[in-house]
Nanobody, 131 residues
Framework: VQLQASGGGLVQAGGSLRLSCAAT????????LGWFRQPPGKEREFVAA????????RIVHSVEGRFTISRDNYKNMANLQISSLKPEDTAVYFC?????????????????????????WGQGTEVTVSS
């Protein structure tokens, strides 16, 4: 499965963006999908994850209420809706599939925030928020 994130751009603080993650090659519906971001000069960090069916999500506390994750398995696509953008949201955003599990986990329903458990990383999309 190949993933490609898109939808980034330059926006003013307070604006909104809808990032998309398109999967090609094979279906991605069997996997947890995660969104991560890497701010300039910083490490990659977890943002959100959604389980295989889309009925369970996890959002990092720092962006709760502003970020919404969703997926459409029929379209092989996932989205990250971002509202009330802040300059600290400036980053390259990546989507990935959960491929590796700790004991007791699975890769279709366990919403891990650990980037090392994800694979099929797509090329990211850059979001720049001006103040």
């Amino acid at each position: 499965v190949q993933l490609q994130a898109s939808g980034g751009g330059l926006v003013q603080a307070g604006g909104s963006l809808r990032l998309s993650c398109a999967a090609t090659g094979r279906t991605f519906s069997n996997y947890v999908l995660g969104w991560f971001r890497q701010p300039p000069g910083k490490e990659r960090e977890f943002v959100a994850a959604i389980n295989w069916s889309g009925d369970k999500t996890r959002i990092v506390h720092s962006v709760e209420g502003r970020f919404t994750i969703s997926r459409d398995n029929y379209k092989n696509m996932a989205n990250l809706q971002i509202s009330s953008l802040k300059p600290e949201d400036t980053a390259v955003y990546f989507c990935a599939l959960k491929r590796w599990n700790l004991e007791g986990e699975n890769n279709y329903d366990t919403l891990s925030d650990n980037a090392s458990q994800y694979g099929n990383w797509g090329q990211g999309t850059e979001v720049t928020v001006s103040s």
